[in-house]
Every structure is written in structure tokens, then in C-alpha cells.
């Protein structure tokens, strides 16, 4: 399958504007079956704000790519799109389910592991070891930690659609100029679902993603991670996505750290995150998910120029950005918790 400009823009333009038109509709049905999610002990908001828009995602992304692959049928990997996007789909509902009943979180383990083992076994895996055992426990825990990574980032107000909406650009440049025109075509397509999305989820949100589509946008995210190509060695190759995935990987680092740092479970849920910290140092929620942005935007500049330099450029880049993030790190983890 070839591309060009035009064919890219087509597919963020159909996203987004499905986004768009299935939201508001998404958010009437919210409202209709007052389904909300409403404050709580460990939750930032003070009035109920309906959850479900995580099916608005779900369903402009699936319906764009229905409609790319009718107009420019993909000449190969048919099979391994429709198992990723079912997988996607499978972890949405695991994520509705949560949003509406509520989930042990073995439940959504066992599903994301099986994703990620599924992940594995069409092929579409790390590649650093060869055939083997090791590979498929790397893709395991890089398609867990991302899902859940995102899933932890939805935590205040256009922060985890607005980051996936970024990092999903990101891979889209990368995929574009390295001329991965499939993975290219997704990663803008979901860009554009998540800032279709973006558009009512922005403080002051008048409506949630909820479980559904964080996990939805994170487990897409790490596929495509795992898709990127480039003419390079096979370490700086798995290298790019890690850093394009930065913010959610300080934010779920971060709260880890600190949490048994204090003898806390680092899956119950709290206000101790990356964007709860800065809010707590004085900035208004719009400025503090706006300076996640601005990290998100930085760290998908990097990962380009990682794509094109060579090993040892490479790897200083990457140490830059890992003592940059042990210094923030640093400072955000003395800011009070909320929680304590």
C-alpha cells in the first residue's frame, strides 16, 4: 500500500470528525442512563461527570479504519490489523465492564496479559532476542505497562486523550518519514479520535473516558510502538518508542516509586500523580496538563532525532532524558500527598 499527504490527512479528518459527532451522542446516553462518575476520596473533581466516552473513541477509530480499508484495502497484513483492533476492542469492553460494575484488578491483568501473549503470537512482538521466551515476556510487560500506563494518565482533565493524542502523532511522523504507511495511517487516525475526544474531555471536562478508552488508547499505542521501523540497530529501534511514551512512563514510575516508598499499593487509586503534584505547587490544572503536553511534544521531537542519529548519539540523548527525569522525579516526589 502506498501513500501521500493527501490520504493521511483524509484519515485524521474522518476520525476526528467521527470523534467529534460520537461524543456529544455518547455523552446524551451518559446522561439519559446517569451513568456519572462522581467524586470521591481519591478523586479530583467536585461534581459528577458522565463516563462513557470511551466508546466514542473506540467506535470513531474502528469505523475509520472500516472505511480506509474499503476505499485502500491494505495489500498485506489484513489478518494482523483486524486481531489488533479486536484485541483493542476486547479490552474496551474488559474497561466498560470496570467503568460500570467494577473490576478486580486480577480480572484486567489477566486480560491485558493475554493481549500482550496475543500480541506475541501474531508476530507482532519485540524482536530483540530471537524465537523465544524472553521476547515474548518483553512484549508482555511493554504491552501491559503502556496500557496501564495510560489508563493511570486519566487522571485530570483532557490529560491521558491529550498525551495519546501527541504520542500517537509522534509515531505518525516517525512511520511517515521512514514510509510505514499502515502504521503511519493508525497512529493518525488515532491521533485524531483523541482530539476529537479532546474537544469536550479539556478542563472543564464535561465528560470521561473512563477505563474503556484509556485502555483502548494505550493498548493501540504500544502495538504501534512495537510497529515502528526505521534503518537502524535493533536497540535504538526499541529505544524510539519508549521515550515517545515518556510521560506516561514518569507519571506511572513516579507514582510506583512513592507509593512503596510509603508502604501504599501502587494500584489503589490516589491523588499522588505527576499532574496532581504540580497542581498542588500552585498551577492551575489547564497549565499543569498543558506542561505535560509541552513534555509529551519535547520527548517526540527526541525519539525523531533518535530515529536518524547513530548508537552513541543515540544513547546520550537517552541519558539526558533519563537523568532530566530522575531530577523532576526528585522534586515532584517531596511535594505533600494529597492522600496522606
Same mark, same amino acid.
Given at each position: ?83 489488533? =483492533? +479486536?484485541?483493542?476492542? !476486547? ?7 470496570? /467503568?460500570?460494575?467494577? @473490576?478486580? #484488578?486480577? $480480572? ?112 493501540? =499505542? +504500544?502495538?504501534?510502538? !512495537? ?7 535493533? /536497540?535504538?529501534?526499541? @529505544?524510539? #518508542?519508549? $521515550? ?97
Amino acid at each position: 500500500m502506498t501513500g501521500g499527504g493527501w490520504q493521511y490527512l483524509a484519515v485524521f479528518l474522518v476520525s476526528s470528525a467521527l470523534s467529534l459527532v460520537l461524543t456529544p451522542l455518547v455523552l446524551r446516553f451518559a446522561l439519559w442512563r446517569d451513568v456519572y462518575d462522581h467524586p470521591g476520596e481519591h478523586k479530583g473533581h467536585t461534581d459528577p461527570v458522565p463516563y462513557l466516552g470511551g466508546i466514542a473513541i473506540v467506535g470513531a477509530f474502528a469505523l475509520t479504519v472500516g472505511i480506509a480499508a474499503i476505499v485502500r484495502p491494505p495489500v498485506s497484513g489484513r489478518g494482523e490489523l483486524l486481531a489488533i =483492533l +479486536a484485541l483493542a476492542i !476486547l479490552l474496551a469492553v474488559v474497561g466498560l465492564c470496570d /467503568d460500570l460494575r467494577g @473490576l478486580s #484488578p486480577i $480480572v484486567r491483568l489477566i486480560a491485558e496479559v493475554g493481549a500482550g501473549l496475543a500480541v506475541w503470537g501474531i508476530g507482532a512482538g519485540v524482536d530483540l532476542f530471537g524465537p523465544g521466551v524472553s521476547d515474548a515476556v518483553v512484549t508482555v510487560v511493554w504491552v501491559v505497562g503502556i496500557t496501564n500506563a495510560f489508563n493511570l494518565l486519566d487522571n485530570m482533565d483532557g490529560l491521558s486523550s491529550g498525551v495519546a493524542a501527541i504520542a500517537a502523532g509522534s509515531i505518525f511522523v516517525i512511520a511517515a518519514s521512514n514510509g510505514q504507511f499502515l502504521v503511519a495511517a493508525l497512529a493518525i487516525g488515532l491521533a485524531g479520535c483523541a482530539l476529537g475526544f479532546l474537544r469536550h474531555n479539556f478542563h472543564p471536562a464535561t465528560i470521561y473516558m473512563g477505563d474503556a478508552g484509556a485502555l483502548f488508547l494505550g493498548f493501540v =499505542l +504500544a502495538y504501534l510502538g !512495537l510497529k515502528l521501523r526505521f534503518d537502524a540497530p535493533t /536497540d535504538i529501534t526499541f @529505544l524510539v #518508542p519508549v $521515550v515517545v511514551m515518556g510521560v506516561a512512563i514518569f507519571d506511572t514510575t513516579l507514582v510506583t516509586v512513592t507509593r512503596l516508598s510509603r508502604g501504599v499499593s501502587p494500584f489503589q487509586a490516589g491523588r499522588d500523580h505527576t499532574s496532581h503534584r504540580l497542581v498542588r505547587m500552585g498551577m492551575p490544572v489547564p497549565a499543569a496538563v498543558a506542561l505535560m503536553y509541552t513534555a509529551g511534544v519535547c520527548l517526540g521531537l527526541v525519539a525523531l532525532v533518535i530515529s536518524r542519529v547513530d548508537r552513541v548519539s543515540a544513547y546520550l540523548l537517552v541519558s539526558v532524558i533519563v537523568i532530566m527525569g530522575l531530577l523532576a522525579g526528585g522534586l515532584l516526589a517531596v511535594v505533600p500527598d494529597a492522600d496522606d
